[in-house]
């Protein structure tokens, strides 16, 4: 069987389109990088998915913790401090047995239990707490001197906020929420080893590549396959963000304008 053979075999096999069976034995090289690169369907659907619905509840979030009324504020801190406070693995490990438990007295949480929509939930509500905080920390940060030339032009409410508040606010987040968007698809690595099962063996690419390094006793050639397709994904991602973050600083003199720096999160 050539390389080409294998591709169209195993490359979509993670979302059920080609061979259903595993390789078993003699595997090749082109065999791991085709099944780990089609394991990165699922971390990049749920990364896209989470941070794109994400994004907008996590700024509705951050409003919450800015308003003044009690009402707004404790369920927005409250909600942010205990996705923040837990480990994303227990969330996910707790929220596939209660899915369960629920799913025993309402069908209607049937797909709940599926990683496709329960981890993704998870990763929803996740990344949506820390990217709240960020944008929290951005609105608390911004200058009084944009305030205060606001209220000289007569901007109030809305208008202010539309034209002053939150245009500044993202840009002064953004370089904080690439390094959370990044930190995000690489979590999304832990999806099939918290409790949410891998159908007929279609997980991500970590699950294809912890499979080749059990069958193999070798670890040094799937994981460093891994390694990569996700340094290719950070590329992707900081080349995306850092377009949106030149967009955001338009205005700004070429030699003012904040460069984006990927800083690894070392303790979350």
């Given at each position: 069987?050539?390389?080409?053979?294998?591709?169209?075999?195993?490359?979509?096999?993670?979302?059920?389109?080609?061979?259903?069976?595993?390789?078993?034995?003699?595997?090749?090289?082109?065999?791991?990088?085709?099944?780990?690169?089609?394991?990165?369907?699922?971390?990049?659907?749920?990364?896209?998915?989470?941070?794109?619905?994400?994004?907008?509840?996590?700024?509705?979030?951050?409003?919450?913790?800015?308003?003044?009324?009690?009402?707004?504020?404790?369920?927005?801190?409250?909600?942010?401090?205990?996705?923040?406070?837990?480990?994303?693995?227990?969330?996910?490990?707790?929220?596939?047995f209660l899915?369960?438990?629920?799913?025993?007295?309402?069908?209607?949480?049937?797909?709940?239990?599926?990683?496709?929509?329960?981890?993704?939930?998870?990763?929803?509500?996740?990344?949506?707490?820390?990217?709240?905080?960020?944008?929290?920390?951005?609105?608390?940060?911004?200058?009084k001197g944009?305030?205060?030339?606001?209220?000289?032009?007569?901007?109030?409410?809305?208008?202010?906020?539309?034209?002053?508040?939150?245009?500044t606010s993202?840009?002064?987040?953004?370089?904080?929420?690439?390094?959370?968007?990044?930190?995000?698809?690489?979590?999304?690595?832990?999806?099939?080893?918290?409790?949410?099962?891998?159908?007929?063996?279609?997980?991500?690419?970590?699950?294809?590549?912890?499979?080749?390094?059990?069958?193999?006793?070798?670890?040094?050639?799937?994981?460093?396959?891994?390694?990569?397709?996700?340094?290719?994904?950070?590329?992707?991602?900081?080349?995306?963000?850092?377009?949106?973050?030149?967009?955001?600083?338009?205005?700004?003199?070429?030699?003012?304008?904040?460069?984006?720096?990927?800083?690894?999160?070392?303790?979350?």
């Open positions: 069987m050539s390389c080409w053979d294998t591709v169209a075999d195993y490359g979509l096999r993670a979302i059920g389109i080609g061979l259903r069976g595993l390789p078993k034995t003699d595997f090749t090289l082109c065999q791991q990088v085709t099944l780990i690169g089609s394991g990165m369907i699922w971390n990049v659907y749920f990364g896209a998915i989470s941070l794109f619905f994400g994004f907008f509840f996590a700024v509705s979030l951050a409003l919450g913790q800015f308003s003044d009324r009690w009402w707004l504020r404790l369920p927005a801190d409250w909600f942010v401090f205990i996705f923040r406070g837990s480990p994303l693995f227990i969330q996910l490990f707790f929220a596939y899915f369960l438990g629920l799913k025993k007295h309402y069908g209607f949480f049937d797909p709940f239990t599926a990683a496709w929509l329960g981890a993704l939930i998870v990763l929803f509500c996740n990344t949506a707490a820390y990217s709240a905080a960020i944008f929290h920390g951005a609105l608390l940060s911004i200058p944009d305030i205060e030339a606001a209220d000289a032009y007569g901007l109030t409410g809305w208008s202010r906020f539309r034209r002053v508040i939150w245009p993202l840009r002064l987040a953004w370089p904080a929420y690439t390094n959370e968007a990044i930190f995000l698809f690489h979590a999304t690595t832990l999806v099939f080893f918290s409790g949410f099962p891998a159908w007929q063996q279609r997980g991500d690419a970590l699950y294809y590549a912890s499979y080749f390094a059990d069958k193999t006793f070798n670890p040094f050639i799937a994981y460093p396959i891994l390694a990569f397709y996700f340094i290719l994904l950070t590329l992707v991602i900081i080349g995306i963000f850092g377009l949106v973050n030149a967009r955001l600083n338009r205005h700004l003199p070429s030699q003012a304008r904040p460069k984006l720096r990927y800083r690894p999160q070392v303790i979350r």
